[in-house]
């Protein structure tokens, strides 16, 4: 037998440690099945496993240290279960890895820098868990990695500036965590990246400036931080920005300016202020019909003033 899909029925109990024995095994998918009991380590025996699927039971206990004798597995997918203790480093042994999914555990401690030698990995997803400590720089020598979410954890420190070097990614979440210092720069080489959400840390300085850089990017979430300073114009004109709250000081009314880049770049904020800060930009100016007359230059012009302006140019 090389494929056992017993997945979505009543299956009760432990898996067996007998299911060492299916060393032909190529796949195995008990998910979502009220399994109880801990992971058997004899699963590292079946050296062809590609696919080890036992995601949505109720598993307990720590990941076998075994598994990373499975060098040909693809496909890791073991969240939402009730996993605890560390990952083990010699899951980075696996090295045909492409996507390994552990969210919605109860794993702690720090991730092994081994992981980052996965050069196949396309997605990582370790959120929802206990997990803390530095988020490891090696994962930026992964060249192939698309999906990264590391939300909802006890992470600290910087963000690694080597992230920055996984030019592939597509997907960054590092939100609810302890996250400190400044926004990398580095992280604006990532021209793939839809989707970034930075949120709910203890990140400070300004937003970048050549955030422009991503171009790909349609979903950005950078609320509830200690962000200070403006917002890139760029944001508001491509009409990505979905929330940027917790932005330190009150909205002054004061008009774009054009710096280095060419782009208008705004200086809204200073002092104490607003716990919450909704922003869709482009929208809100447009509804007021100030988006235009910020283009021409102009500071505050009043509604009639820019409707007079907007016929002008039609007419002319």
């Known amino acids: 037998m090389t494929y056992l899909d017993l997945c979505n029925n009543l299956l009760t109990g432990s ?36 696919t080890l699927s036992l995601y949505e039971t109720n598993l307990a206990g720590p990941i076998p240290k075994s598994l990373g004798g499975l060098t040909k597995l693809t496909h890791l997918l073991l969240y939402s279960n009730h996993l605890c203790g560390s990952i083990p480093k010699e899951l980075g042994n696996l090295t045909s890895l492409v996507d390994l999914q552990l969210y919605r555990n109860q794993l702690n401690g720090s991730v092994p820098a081994s992981l980052g030698k996965l050069e196949n990995l396309e997605r990582i997803s370790l959120n929802n868990n206990r997990l803390s400590g530095f988020i490891p720089p090696e994962f930026g020598s992964m060249t192939n990695l698309k999906h990264l979410d590391l939300s909802l954890n006890s992470f600290s420190h910087s963000i690694p500036k080597e992230l920055g070097n996984s030019s592939y990614l597509d997907y960054l979440s590092l939100s609810n965590n302890q996250l400190s210092h400044e926004i990398p720069i580095t992280l604006m080489n990532l021209c793939y990246l839809s989707q970034l959400d930075l949120s709910n840390n203890l990140l400070i300085g300004h937003i970048p400036n050549n955030i422009s850089d991503l171009v790909s990017l349609e979903n950005l979430n950078l609320s509830h931080n200690r962000l200070s300073g403006g917002i890139p114009a760029y ?35 200073s002092g104490e202020g607003y716990d919450f800060w909704f ?10 019909d100030l988006w235009s007359a910020i283009g021409q230059g102009y500071c505050m012009t009043s509604r009639k003033e820019t409707k007079n302006m907007k016929r002008d140019r039609k007419t002319g």
């Open 235 to 269: 944001l508001v004109q491509v009409n990505v920005l979905d929330f940027v709250k917790d932005l330190k000081g009150p909205v002054k009314k004061k008009c774009m300016s054009f710096g280095t880049s060419g782009l208008p770049t705004t200086s809204v904020f």
């Open 279 to 288: 922003v869709r930009m482009e929208a809100l100016l447009n509804a007021h």
């Open 15 to 50: 898996i067996p440690s007998t299911v060492g024995k299916l060393k032909k095994l190529t796949m195995i998918s008990l998910s979502k099945n009220p399994i109880s009991g801990s992971f058997p380590r004899e699963m590292g025996d079946l050296k062809y496993l590609q």
